[in-house]
């Protein structure tokens, strides 16, 4: 099937990332909020998890392409062994919590449940070459994440595998020069999935220019040399990209992606006035390069700091919401449920939904677990754009359906523990008992056998 100008119909996929058996609050990621206040509390790895089924399902229900990323195996021993650390897996374990309870925390972290930092995407229709582009972020900022990248590349090769149809990068160097943290720093705007679009890369520090304002508190992840990097290999076209500085004063106040602080999707832009350095010409020069790509208006949906402070932005997360395209043609905010609690939260929405004619309904999801560690609904899923025949060439067992849902569910029951606190994850048992699950779940998924301690 083909769209009007001929361009093939192509759907938004999300693939969501799931918590795995060890989902704990390390309390790892400094200028990430709630990481750091839940830092030493009681996690629930089955409760995160079936939170995340659920939204999962609810956008399927709708009429979506969902589809699942498989956790990653923790802990990493690889990188403990780079770290010094021998003996056998239960010395190591036993070595490692008396001597240092945020490395242990770190390498059992089930962080790679937030996929949108898994990779940035570049459909086809954007691409020099016609083939969709992925290049799996090098997450060198935090140490717990910077152990992702290499299954992150394995899985996307199980995913991706049809190299005719999926060009798959390697992390950028792993420097803080090029430190990239994927799709959560990059949004696109279309008409319609299948047409070419525009793509916003947001940064939050360049290494060469030293008059530019830094945060004062917390870290800048993302820099502009890796935004250009990965539009290079994209082949992206150079007027149909835009880049944009993240305000400092935004990161101050914990707006460590700028997915906490904007969202897009197709033609419309959802953001907070402080989300962008010098934001209007942001805005202008979207929607100039906008119109000439898409021969149609950008809508942009401002809310401004009167409107909400940028502290309740973080806290509720509201930016954060997915915003989807659903059957009909309407658009959906998926909601983290923390925002109906805060009053000037729901004015805000209020408004949108009522004085513009461009987010038609908004829908909450619970999930706390993922909250609690500074992941809401957007950070847990990876969009990629997929027409028909890419879509068929991927690993089907990816894809959510009631089925899966349900043999989740029970697998989950199965596998998952429903209360862990940091002391817990110097247990052997764990270690065992997170290997078993994940063994399953490549069963389930019809992934083969992607983890390391399946070829032992
Ligand atoms: O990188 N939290 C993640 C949250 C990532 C959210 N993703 C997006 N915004 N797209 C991070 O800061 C916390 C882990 C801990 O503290 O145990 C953590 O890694």
Redesign the pocket.
């Known amino acids: 099937m083909t769209t009007s100008d001929s361009s093939p119909l192509a759907h938004e996929v999300n693939f969501d990332g799931i918590p795995g058996p060890t989902h704990?609050?390390?309390?790892?990621?400094f200028g990430?909020i709630a990481?750091m206040k839940?830092r030493s509390s009681i996690s629930s790895p089955r409760e995160a998890l079936f939170q995340c089924l659920k939204k999962m399902d609810l956008l399927s229900s709708l009429g979506l392409i969902q589809a699942l990323l498989p956790p990653q195996a923790r802990p990493d021993f690889t990188a403990l062994r780079r770290l010094g650390y021998s003996g056998n897996e239960e010395q190591i374990l036993h070595e490692l919590s008396k001597d240092d309870i945020s490395l242990l925390?770190g390498c059992y972290?089930s962080?790679s449940m937030?996929a949108?930092?898994a990779a940035t995407v570049s459909p086809q229709s954007d691409t020099g070459d016609h083939r969709t582009h992925l290049t799996p972020a090098n997450l060198v900022n935090?140490f717990?994440?910077s152990i992702e990248p290499s299954f992150t590349g394995k899985i996307l090769h199980r995913i991706f595998h049809d190299q005719t149809k999926f060009a798959l990068h390697s992390p950028l160097p792993a420097t803080v020069n090029f430190s990239d943290e994927g799709a959560?720093n990059h949004s696109r705007f279309c008409s319609n999935y299948g047409e070419t679009g525009i793509e916003l890369f947001v940064y939050g520090r360049t290494d060469f220019d030293a008059s530019a304002q830094m945060p004062l508190h917390y870290p800048a992840r993302q820099t502009l040399g890796s935004c250009r990097a990965i539009a290079r290999l994209h082949q992206l076209d150079r007027d149909k990209i835009v880049f944009a500085r993240q305000n400092p004063d935004a990161i101050d106040a914990g707006v460590?992606?700028n997915?906490?602080i904007a969202v897009g999707n197709k033609n419309v832009l959802f953001f907070h006035s402080q989300a962008f350095c010098n934001y209007e010409s942001v805005i202008a020069e979207l929607r100039e390069k906008f119109a000439g790509c898409c021969n149609d208006e950008l809508i942009t949906v401002e809310v401004s700091q009167k409107q909400l402070s940028l502290t309740d932005a973080v806290e509720s997360y509201l930016f954060?919401s997915q915003l989807v395209s659903m059957p009909d043609g309407t658009a959906c905010l998926i909601a983290p449920a923390e925002c109906r609690e805060n009053p000037r939260v729901n004015e805000v929405l209020e408004t949108v939904i009522s004085q513009n004619n461009t987010i038609d309904c908004i829908l909450f999801v619970d999930v706390g677990e993922s909250m609690r560690?500074?992941?809401g609904p957007?950070?847990l899923r990876l969009r990629v754009v997929l027409t028909d025949e890419e879509l068929s060439c991927t690993n089907q067992g990816s894809l959510f359906s009631k089925r899966l849902y349900r043999e989740l569910i029970e697998w989950g029951n199965r596998h998952y523990r429903d209360r862990l606190r940091l002391e817990d994850l110097g247990d052997p048992q764990l270690l065992y008992e997170s290997r078993n699950a994940l063994d399953s779940l490549t069963q389930v998924l019809g992934l083969g056998s992607i983890y390391d301690f399946q070829q032992m």
């Open positions: 704990n609050f390390g309390g790892l990621s990430n990481s839940s925390a972290s962080s937030w949108a930092n935090l717990h994440r959560a460590f992606h997915d906490v954060n560690n500074g992941g957007a950070c």
